[in-house]
């Protein structure tokens, strides 16, 4: 059955010019776009995005970067696309990330590390509802 996650083409990304070839590393993977939207969050915004984090040492460093520059939102379908998404993408720290994947790519940190994907389904509704209305995913 197909299900959906949650991803954002990250500020270093963006920045580093890499939108298109994450698009298209997203598609050849075998997601489909149901949304996608481009904008810089508020502090306001990435607080409560990452609101599962505020414990962590590094969230503040976290919420500074990501509002740093525009970011590309998207909500993407494929079966099992949780656990498919994250595999695509790799490690959370790049250094550690599978050859081929997202991260070992076109990221350079750990904070800076290209793109967020949903952790569970629960977390993949709540943050694409975070981002989109229903009419706003196709
Ligand atoms: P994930 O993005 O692979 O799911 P999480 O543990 O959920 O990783 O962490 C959320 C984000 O916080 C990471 O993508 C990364 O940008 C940042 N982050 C995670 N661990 C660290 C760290 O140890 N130092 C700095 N930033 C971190
Ligand atoms: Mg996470």
Redesign the pocket.
Known sequence: MSNITFTMI?PDAVANGHTGNVINDIIVGGFKLKAMKYLQLSKKQAEAF?G??RE????N??VS??ISGPIVAAVLEKENAVADF?TL?G???PAEAAEGTI?AKYAK?????A?????SDENAAGEASFFFSSFEMY
């Open positions: 990250k990452y599962i984090h962590r040492p590094f969230f460093d976290l970067f990501m994250r993408i490690a959370t720290n991260r940190s750990i904070d800076a590390n793109v967020h994907g949903s952790d």
